[in-house]
C-alpha cells in the first residue's frame, strides 16, 4: 500500500505533464497520466447522496463508512499499480473539491502549475492552427463562431477546459482553498527547476531527490487522440525556458484583453505586461 497519496490539479496547458515526469524520476515516486479517480469517487459520492438504501439507515455512520470506502477504494486503485511508497496523482478537479477529498483523506498536498494566460491560449490557438488538416468542431462559417482568433480565445475562455479551470482556480483563492495549494509558476520551473522542486518537497514533507533535468524521460503516456486536436502530452527531455511567442500568436490586442479580464490571476501570480 502506498505510504502516501499527493494529488496535481493544474492549469491545462500549464506543465502538469512535465512536472509529472519530472517527479516520475524519483524512484519512490508512482506518478499517473491525467487521471481517472477523482471520477471514480464523486460518482459515487452521487449514489451515497441519493440512494434510498443509504438514506434510510443511520446518516452518521453511513458517512463514516462512505469516507472510508473513498479512501480505502483510491488506496486500493493504487495498491493494484505500485508498491512504491508515493503516488502523485494528476487531476485538474481536486483543487476545487479540497473540502470533498478532505473529507476522506485528511490534509491532502496539492501541487497546482500555473502559466501566463497568454500563453496558456497562445498554445490552445497553435494547436488549433498545426491541425487545419482536422475539423475542430469549434468554426462554423455560416453562424460566424471561431471563425477568428478573437472569437476562438473568448470560445475557450467561456468553456472546457481553459474556462473552467481558471473559474475553478478563482474560486479556489475566494474558498480560502488555496492556502492549502502549493503554487508553481511553469515559468520559474523551466528557468529555476532545482531551487523549485525544493519547494515541492518541502511542501510534501520529503527528503529532495537530486533530478537531472537535462533528461527527463516520458514515464506518463496517454493516447492523445482521445482528446483531440488539443490532447498535447509529449514533453521534451530537457527542461528550458518557453520562448514567450504569445504576442507573435495571438497579437497584441488579444494580449491586452487577456489581461485585462484575468487582471486578479495576472496580480496574484506577478505576470506582467
Not at 516520475?24 to 506518478?31: E, I, L, S, T
Not at 476545487?96 to 490552445?124: T, W
Not at 475539423?135 to 472546457?160: L, P, Y
Request: hydrophobic fraction near 35%.
Amino acid at each position: 500500500m502506498p505510504r502516501r497519496i499527493f494529488f496535481q490539479s493544474s492549469l491545462p496547458r500549464s506543465g502538469s505533464t512535465l512536472f509529472q515526469n519530472i517527479m516520475g524520476q524519483n524512484p519512490d515516486f508512482y506518478v499517473t497520466p491525467t487521471s481517472g479517480v477523482l471520477e471514480l469517487v464523486y460518482s459515487s459520492r452521487a449514489q451515497f447522496t441519493h440512494s434510498p438504501e443509504f438514506s434510510a439507515q443511520d446518516r452518521g455512520e453511513m458517512s463514516k463508512a462512505f469516507s472510508s470506502f473513498c479512501r480505502k477504494g483510491v488506496e486500493g486503485f493504487f495498491d493494484a499499480l505500485t508498491d512504491k511508497p508515493y503516488v502523485l496523482d494528476k487531476s485538474r478537479g481536486w483543487g476545487i473539491h479540497y473540502g470533498f477529498l478532505n473529507s476522506f483523506y485528511p490534509e491532502p498536498k496539492i501541487v497546482c502549475m500555473v502559466r501566463d494566460l497568454r500563453a496558456v491560449f497562445a498554445s490552445m490557438e497553435k494547436n488549433y492552427r498545426r491541425n487545419q488538416h482536422l475539423d475542430s468542431g469549434m468554426v462554423n462559417h455560416a453562424e460566424m463562431t471561431g471563425t477568428s482568433t478573437e472569437k476562438r480565445v473568448q470560445m475557450w475562455a467561456n468553456s472546457q477546459p481553459i474556462g473552467l479551470a481558471i473559474e475553478r482556480l478563482h474560486d479556489m483563492f475566494a474558498q480560502g482553498i488555496s492556502e492549502h495549494v502549493l503554487f508553481v509558476r511553469y515559468e520559474d520551473l523551466c528557468s529555476q527547476p532545482y531551487a523549485q522542486m525544493v519547494r515541492v518537497y518541502k511542501y510534501l514533507g520529503l527528503p529532495e531527490y537530486d533530478h537531472d533535468f537535462d533528461n527527463v524521460a516520458q514515464i506518463t503516456a496517454e493516447d492523445d487522440t482521445v482528446y483531440g486536436i488539443y490532447g498535447d502530452h509529449v514533453i521534451r527531455k530537457e527542461v528550458t525556458p518557453p520562448k514567450p511567442d504569445f504576442r507573435e500568436v495571438l497579437g497584441q490586442g488579444i494580449c491586452q484583453s487577456i489581461e485585462n479580464s484575468y487582471s486578479w490571476f495576472f496580480k496574484l501570480f506577478s505576470y506582467s505586461s
